[in-house]
Each structure stands twice: as C-alpha cells, then as structure tokens.
C-alpha cells in the first residue's frame, strides 16, 4: 500500500487547499475548491508558506511563495515503500500528487497479478512528471520506459528512484514529446503490455510541439492501442482537464479499447474533516 504518515490534506475551501507534507503545513490554489467553505479555518493562519499566483492568473501559472525561505530547498516524504525529493515550484508543485496514491495501488496490483503468471510486463509512462507510478511499477518488478517532455521532472524523477532503491531497476528515462515517442516505438517494432498516461490541458515538447488534450488525446490512445496490441494487460488514463468528465475519459479509452473491464470515475482525496476534494478523473482498463 503507498499510504503515508507524511501527507495529510487538513481542509480546502475558497479556491484553496491546507495539505502537510512532512513536517510542513502548505498552502496552495485549488480551482476544484472555489464556492466551497472551510471546515477548520483557524488552522489556515499556521501554514509554513502559502503559494500565491502572479496578478489573476489561473490554472498552474508561474507565482511565488510567501514566505519566501519559509520552505527548504528540497526535503523527503515516503509513500508506502517510495521515497519522493520534494521542492517549491515556480508552479507551485513540490513534485509528488498525492491523488495519485490509488492508481499506484492498482498499477502495482495489475503488474504482480501478471508476474505471478510468469511475465514481466513492460509498461510505457507518458507524461510522467516526477514519476510515481513509475516507481510503482518498478516496485512492483515490472520494467519501465519514462517519457517526459521536461529535462528537468525526468531528472527529478531519477532521483526519486534512487531515494526508493530502484536506481538498479529496468527503468529508461526519456525526454521527449509523448506523442512523436509512441510513433518512434511503432516504427521501431517495439510493444508493451501496459500504459499510462496523465496528459495536462495544453503543453509543448522539447522541440516545441505542442500539446492540446481535446485534439491529440484520441490519436495518442489510438497509437498507444496499436502499441499494445495482442499483449495488453492494462490501461491507466487520469485527467485534471475541467472539461473531461468520467464519462468522457470512459469514453475515450473505451473507443481504443473496448469497454470490457472498463471503469471510469472521479480522483479525489479524503481531508481529515471526512470530506473529499475532487482531483481529476480516472479510467482503468483492464484485459479479460
């Protein structure tokens, strides 16, 4: 299980969220959060530092963090068996999505139910950020292909592995457009037997390709069908687009490959008032 003692989302309201990661208290915009109240209010003036947007800019933008040095420049969190290097962004991330945590719980359930048939499964990541579900199926003992876009979060992503004790692990570490990658392993001849993807809205490669989930989304999961077929184990598509609904990603995964063992739904985390904050969504595919 990749529960942690070092993450606790403590309320949300306003547009924002209270979340602990180690020993410090954070707070960070929130859009899932905006026309709902805070449960525990007094709590909020006890954040270490507070992530705040420049002028009205929405939506992951660059900002800054108040206190300035409230933050270290980098420290540790572990998540069950995973050891995640956590820093302030210019963005505002710190470098692990703890929503995230279930779908490394299932990505490690898929991979061991497959090696227990006597396979190791080979698993392509794409948009990859600073690898969590990389070092899950690397935990797991499946062999791993990490596809970034950002020099920068796939070395961060190493690091990561190395805190965790995989830096030994069958893991390949790639910065390239997600896209231009799968036709590149297509034209290879090269297959995999799972993929996961967690593509953002918009975004741009290292070569300046550009991204826009609404237009490429469809043709990325109908290479990443042909990349799989024949030997397809499983499917993970999670989304933090405000226009993609379960539904919709239930779809979109359903039209490459099928809706046998399809399920689709909203990620979310538990606060500790017992509420949840909505985080994205989810659809897993799974084979017969």
Known sequence: ?????????????????????????IDRPCPAA???????????????????LYGDQQGGERGCWVPV??????????????????????????GVFSEQAANWDWIAEQVRSSASEGRRVKVLNLFAHTGGSTLAAAQAGAEVVHVDSSK??????????????????????????????????????????????????????????????????????????ELTAGRRRFILLTCHTPSVTPSVAGESVGIGFGTNRLTAGELSIECSTGHRLPCGVVARWLAE
């Open 1 to 25: 299980m990749f529960e942690s003692a070092d993450y606790q989302l403590v309320d949300f309201g306003d547009g924002r969220k209270l979340e602990r990661f180690g020993p410090y208290l």
């Open 152 to 225: 920068s979060a796939v070395a961060w992503a190493r690091r990561n592995a190395e805190l965790s004790g995989l830096a030994d692990a069958p893991l390949r570490w790639i910065v390239e457009d997600a896209a231009r990658f799968v036709r590149r392993e297509l034209n290879r001849g090269h297959r995999y037997d799972a993929v996961i993807l967690d593509p953002p809205t918009y975004g741009h490669g290292p070569a300046g390709e550009t991204w826009k989930l609404e237009a490429d989304l469809p043709a990325l999961l109908a290479a990443c069908a």
């Open 69 to 94: 040095k409230a933050l270290p420049q980098r420290w540790t969190v572990v998540f069950g068996p995973l050891r995640f290097e956590l820093k302030p962004t210019d963005f505002g991330h710190i």
């Open 34 to 52: 905006v026309g709902m109240r805070r449960s525990r209010p007094k709590l909020w003036s006890q954040a270490a530092a507070r992530f705040e």
